[in-house]
């Protein structure tokens, strides 16, 4: 394969990881929509999206196997393929968290409608929006972009404790609701499994333009933080 014709199946690559971003990026946004109007004609274009990103998923991994076994790239070219690999899998896995919504909203469809003391619709606005900055960092090849993703995924991961605290005590004080609060906490759970999967798209982002690899960076911290504290102490 020449440099030419290898630098042309990058590109394809990347617009097809593209093409697949797109669709796992509707279908969180339709999950969440069909929770907000209960409607269940949106949770079936969720559920045809998922059939096609999966398809997706499969001829992207093997299109990037076919470059490393046939390139044998080097260095950027290199992390790029690895990152992109990667990047599938967690595309994937948020058509999988936006199914596992569209879900929900089905198996409350007989439920009546209830007023619940957590803000499904933000913290699902907070998610997608890690993903749009997480893909856009990934267009942009902007490492400072990526890191700033990162810095998101604390948010969400406060409004998904704060939504189990208050759910759980609403199905202990009034079990009339309690499916309803079961519903929204899985909801929930599955809203911050999406950011869950921006962080780690950030993070290849970081990997493929820097080198950098910057998993588990919250352990890091946390780690830092208690041999400074235990540091100051002594």
Same mark, same amino acid.
């Given at each position: 394969?020449?440099?030419?014709?290898?630098?042309?199946?990058?590109?394809?690559?990347?617009?097809?990881?593209?093409?697949?971003?797109?669709?796992?990026?509707?279908?969180?946004?339709?999950?969440?929509?069909?929770?907000?109007?209960?409607?269940?004609?949106?949770?079936?274009? @969720?559920?045809?999206?998922?059939?096609?990103?999966?398809?997706?998923?499969?001829?992207?991994?093997?299109?990037?196997?076919?470059?490393?076994?046939?390139?044998?790239?080097?260095?950027?070219?290199?992390?790029?393929?690895?990152?992109?690999?990667?990047?599938?899998?967690?595309?994937?896995?948020?058509?999988?968290?936006?199914?596992?919504?569209?879900?929900?909203?089905?198996?409350?469809?007989?439920?009546? %409608?209830?007023?619940?003391?957590?803000?499904?619709?933000?913290? +699902?606005?907070?998610?997608?929006?890690?993903?749009?900055?997480? %893909?856009?960092?990934?267009?942009?090849?902007?490492?400072?972009?990526?890191?700033?993703?990162?810095?998101?995924?604390?948010?969400?991961?406060?409004?998904?404790?704060?939504?189990?605290?208050?759910?759980?005590? @609403?199905?202990?004080?009034?079990?009339?609701?309690?499916?309803?609060?079961?519903?929204?906490?899985?909801?929930?759970?599955?809203?911050?499994? @999406?950011?869950?999967? +921006?962080?780690?798209?950030?993070?290849?982002?970081?990997?493929?333009?820097?080198?950098?690899? @910057?998993?588990?960076?919250?352990?890091?911290? +946390?780690?830092?933080?208690?041999?400074?504290? +235990?540091?100051?102490?002594?």
């Amino acid at each position: 394969m020449t440099r030419i014709r290898f630098q042309q199946s990058l590109e394809d690559l990347k617009e097809n990881l593209l093409v697949m971003a797109g669709l796992a990026e509707q279908a969180i946004q339709r999950a969440i929509e069909a929770y907000r109007v209960r409607d269940l004609s949106i949770t079936e274009l @969720v559920t045809r999206s998922e059939v096609a990103i999966n398809r997706m998923e499969r001829d992207i991994d093997q299109a990037a196997l076919d470059l490393l076994a046939m390139e044998q790239p080097m260095a950027k070219d290199l992390r790029f393929i690895l990152s992109v690999i990667k990047i599938n899998a967690d595309l994937e896995r948020v058509g999988d968290a936006a199914k596992s919504i569209s879900d929900r909203v089905r198996s409350m469809d007989q439920l009546p %409608l209830t007023e619940l003391p957590v803000d499904i619709p933000r913290m +699902a606005t907070l998610a997608a929006d890690m993903v749009r900055k997480s %893909l856009q960092s990934f267009i942009e090849a902007d490492a400072e972009m990526a890191r700033s993703v990162l810095m998101m995924d604390d948010a969400v991961d406060a409004m998904n404790r704060m939504a189990y605290k208050t759910l759980t005590k @609403v199905m202990e004080e009034n079990s009339s609701v309690a499916p309803q609060a079961l519903n929204a906490l899985m909801i929930s759970r599955s809203l911050e499994r @999406v950011a869950d999967h +921006a962080t780690n798209i950030a993070e290849d982002v970081i990997f493929w333009v820097q080198g950098d690899d @910057v998993r588990h960076h919250k352990s890091v911290q +946390a780690n830092n933080k208690q041999a400074g504290a +235990a540091n100051s102490g002594s």
